[in-house]
């Protein structure tokens, strides 16, 4: 099992940054890759970053590529979504999960087996 709490969202202008972060707790909460999802009103819910637990990895959606980072502090299962440049596009609630590795795409919300309760992100224009 592993606990999830998002926390750091917030109302940011455009081309504001704002952090968010994700504490993981549990027996296996160490070795979950993690991933940020984010979904907007009206929308279905979509990738935005994936982490796997060794660090070797990591995925960006294209729409955030090169303005958004993830990373994690092993220290305290933490794992943090720098986000830069945003825009008001996106505004959304932002998730974060966790995924056993087993291969599965990293991509899907259906892949991933927990999930935190959401933090909202508002880009003000």
């Known amino acids: 099992q592993v606990h999830l709490v998002e926390s750091g969202g917030g109302l940011v202008q455009t081309g504001g940054s704002r952090r968010l972060s994700c504490a993981a707790s549990?027996?296996?909460?160490?070795?979950?890759?993690m991933g940020w999802f984010r979904q907007a009103p009206g929308k279905e819910r979509e990738f935005v970053a994936h982490r796997s637990w060794t660090g070797r990895s990591t995925y960006y959606a294209d729409s955030v590529k090169g303005r958004f980072a993830i990373s994690r502090e092993n220290a305290n299962n933490t794992v943090y979504l720098q986000m830069n440049s945003l825009q008001p596009e996106d505004t959304a609630v932002y998730y974060c999960a966790a995924q056993v590795p087993t291969g599965r795409s990293p991509r899907l919300p259906s892949h991933y087996d927990y999930w935190g309760q959401g933090t909202q992100v508002t880009v003000s224009s």
């Open positions: 549990g027996p296996i909460a160490s070795s979950t890759d």
